[in-house]
């Protein structure tokens, strides 16, 4: 299925071809939220394809990196116990 990734208040759009690893590249004017929808006629449920997007200070993106790595970690450790419980039947 192709689908078409639109950024329109970003300015910019990019194909999404199956097995192929497409990058584009804009520049942003602001900080704020965005829309993200599907501009490529892909099916029944293309006008439901649509998401958002926010564009964030350096500052604040590094902080969801730092957070976001420590709730990994700790997601990772916790996982990583075996719990056992005996059957006490």
Partial sequence: MIHSFWAYQLEVKADA???VNDVAFTKTRQLGDFVVR???L??????DMYDYGKVVSQ?????WV???EAKNAANTAESS???CRP???
């Fill in 66 to 68: 730092t957070t976001t």
């Fill in 81 to 83: 116990r075996v719990r």
């Fill in 42 to 47: 892909c099916g029944i449920w293309h006008a």
């Fill in 87 to 89: 059957n006490l039947q």
């Fill in 38 to 40: 599907c501009s490529e």
């Fill in 17 to 19: 071809n199956p097995q």
């Fill in 59 to 63: 500052a604040a993106f590094l902080h």
